[in-house]
């Protein structure tokens, strides 16, 4: 047996996939910002035990997507406009030249797979599945971003949508899923025609009306000074309380 087939059949450490599930949990938006829970809690639905938990709670607590509340419980941090205008700002530095650098990368193969996720998107908003809505523009723009092949900045881009998927979601969930548009059409058309730039520009049009329908509905100001970025001081004292 080859190493390759070897590593291809040894299976995912149990705390990988629970810090799996509990990401998707909270990039999907099955967490609601503000909403408390208990670690004992996350045990219960994860049907995980205690170890693996508390290690994917420390872990997504320093990566900014939970927050500790004291009394074992955590909960998903609830977005003000200030953190959303430094979120938006984060996302359009990185995902077009995400986009950009997967367009040199992507074959006629690649650009119809992402194809068949859109029209499952494009489903979706049809029939107002809001949980499907997140699940397959999720994987459509991740399917999109991987293909660039980037180490440093496809982590940090996943890092940002665990911070808008849980005010995304809520926003689906209370106003449908026909008013979210995408400019998904014109970045496969850019893709086909090789022109990295337009593709990049429409990744670029497509966060910017996003964040344009979340700000409108929160009726956040258009134009927010960002405050200045906290240290990580006090995301690494909730993490020892976790402990």
């Known amino acids: 047996m080859t190493d390759t087939a070897q590593t291809e059949q040894r299976p995912v450490p149990v705390h990988e996939q629970v810090h799996a599930e509990l990401r998707e949990m909270i990039l999907l938006g099955h967490l609601a910002p503000g909403q408390p829970v208990t670690l004992q809690g996350l045990v219960e ?6 170890t693996p938990v508390r290690e994917s709670v420390r872990r997504l607590i320093a990566e900014g997507a939970l927050e500790f509340q004291g009394n074992r419980r955590v909960c998903v941090p609830v977005m003000d ?3 959303f205008a430094e979120l938006e ?8 030249r995400l986009a950009e650098e997967a367009c040199h990368a992507m074959n006629a193969a690649d650009i119809e ?4 996720i859109d029209l499952k998107l494009d489903q ?11 699940a397959q523009n999720y994987r459509f723009h991740f399917a999109l971003y991987g293909a660039s092949g980037a180490q440093i900045l496809l982590p940090m881009a996943e890092s940002l949508w665990l911070r808008y998927g849980p005010l995304s979601r809520v926003i ?22 090789g022109d990295a730039k337009a593709v990049a520009q429409a990744i670029r049009d497509d966060i910017c009306e996003g964040f344009q329908i979340v700000r409108s509905t929160m009726n956040w100001p258009a134009e927010i000074a960002a405050p200045a970025l906290a240290g990580s001081a006090g995301a690494q004292v909730a993490a020892d309380e976790v402990n």
């Open 89 to 96: 700002f984060a996302r359009l530095a990185l995902e077009p």
């Open 45 to 50: 639905l994860l049907g995980a035990g205690m």
């Open 81 to 83: 406009a200030a953190r």
């Open 124 to 134: 979706a908003i049809e029939s107002g599945d809001a949980a499907a809505y997140m």
């Open 113 to 116: 797979a992402l194809k068949a």
């Open 172 to 193: 689906c969930g209370k106003y449908g899923t026909l008013n979210m548009t995408d400019r998904h059409e014109e970045a496969l058309s850019a893709l086909r025609a």
